[in-house]
């Protein structure tokens, strides 16, 4: 009986280091989305910075090109071909900040991708877990009762035993007394 109450309390230790295992995944978890609810935040916000702000350099380069244009119609010919060239070199630098914020934008979306399958990951981890722990409680709940089912058998045999042997204890005392 003493063995089978520690192999017990033995199964209620490891029940609970499981149960606190799995406490601690789902707390590593919620730090993990927290993270990533940032960094995406983060990210947005920036790109959404550099956005405004390329439109803004873009728009006043735009103002700025179009003064110095007809300043230069009508001063020189010459300055209209250097402020054209200089008008292309500015338009290469947005495409390549687009570019740079399309490529931004793709590894946004390409986190957030990840992030949704590593939710998805440790959400079936965790409910693997409930559901081996459940069965696991349930097993241990069939075996405790069948021990004490068959505990009480034995304890009820052995009592008949010693209420028979004291029985025949007396009965052999009375004999004795008799002779």
Do not use: C, F, P
């Not at 993270?35 to 550099?50: F, I, P, Y």
């Not at 900040?97 to 990840?114: F, N, P, R, T, Y």
Request: net charge negative.
């Amino acid at each position: 009986l003493e063995k089978l109450r520690g192999e017990v309390d033995s199964k209620d230790g490891a029940i609970d280091s499981l149960q606190s295992q799995v406490k601690s995944m789902q707390e590593e978890h919620t730090v993990v989305v927290a993270k990533h609810e940032k960094d995406g935040s983060t990210m947005r916000d920036m790109l959404a910075s550099q956005k405004d702000d390329l439109s803004s350099e873009l728009s006043n380069t735009r103002e700025l090109h179009a003064k110095e244009l007809e300043s230069a119609k009508k001063a020189h010919s010459d300055e209209v071909a250097t402020l054209k060239n200089d008008l292309e070199k500015l338009r290469g630098e947005v495409d390549s900040k687009d570019g740079a914020i399309d490529s931004l934008q793709s590894q946004v979306k390409s986190m957030q991708e990840e992030h949704t399958v590593v939710v998805a990951k440790h959400e079936k981890d965790g409910s693997t877990m409930r559901d081996m722990l459940a069965s696991q409680k349930d097993d241990l709940s069939s075996e405790l009762s069948n021990t004490r089912e068959l505990h009480a058998k034995e304890l009820e045999s052995a009592k008949k035993a010693h209420s028979d042997e004291v029985a025949t204890l007396k009965n052999d005392l009375e004999k004795l007394r008799g002779e």
